[in-house]
């Protein structure tokens, strides 16, 4: 039974009607508590809200060998993420800004997602995908962001209308990963409702066919 029901997850992330939506979060740095991996908590918090399950990759499990395609060999920790990837009915992405641009860290662990083109639902198609950029000052934020939802297009996923980003040169989280700020905390629910909502849409569309 266990392993019908993941086949039927592959085949379409969100059709089986009734269980709650899975929902995966990767980002975040190599230092522990970083604003991005915050942000990504705090939707999905979100996400759980409204009834949806959880899962984080953040930083610490993000630390994963270069990808190599024509290597069949994975890491424990890469086999964990890509099958979490298949599982979701819908994904976060998180990225500070380095260099105007999305993290290595990051990068790397999207390229994971290349394991999963031969899949019935190949890589991100039939989920909607939230982005969140982190940075000191707005101007690698928003090249960050726009970065990140490129990815998202290039993966087939349905970015989210809504993208946050957060200037990490005004505070945005304490210590506990709370927001300070009610105008962001806003803006993250507001994501989790997106995917949360288009994982439901699609199951029910499906269901009529």
């Keep these: 039974m266990a392993s019908q029901m993941t086949a039927e ?6 059709a089986l009607a009734g269980r709650a939506p899975f929902i995966v979060a990767l980002g975040g740095t190599l230092r522990p508590n970083s604003s991005t991996e915050k942000a990504l ?5 979100a996400a759980e809200a409204l009834g949806a399950e959880t899962m984080l990759f953040g930083g610490a499990e993000l630390d994963l060998p270069h990808y190599a395609p024509d290597r069949p060999d994975r890491a424990p920790a890469a086999l964990k993420l890509v099958e979490a990837l298949r599982r979701a009915d819908g994904v976060v992405l998180g990225s500070p800004g380095y260099h105007g641009g999305i993290s290595g860290l990051v990068k790397n662990a999207l390229d994971y997602v290349e394991d999963m083109r031969a ?21 690698a934020t928003m090249t960050t962001l726009a970065a ?16 946050v980003p957060i200037n990490t040169l005004d505070p945005a989280f304490d210590a506990q990963g709370a927001c300070l700020s009610p105008r962001l905390q806003d803006q993250l629910g507001v994501v989790a409702q997106q995917i949360v909502e288009f994982a439901r849409q699609r199951a029910a569309a499906r269901a009529l066919f």
Excluded: K, S
């Design 41 to 45: 908590t705090v939707v999905l918090r």
């Design 148 to 163: 990140l939802r490129d990815v998202v297009h290039a993966l087939r996923g349905w970015p989210t209308p809504l993208g």
């Design 119 to 139: 899949d019935p639902a190949p890589y991100f198609e039939g989920r909607a995908v939230g982005c969140v950029a982190t940075a000191a000052g707005w101007q």
């Design 9 to 14: 997850r592959r085949a379409d992330p969100a």
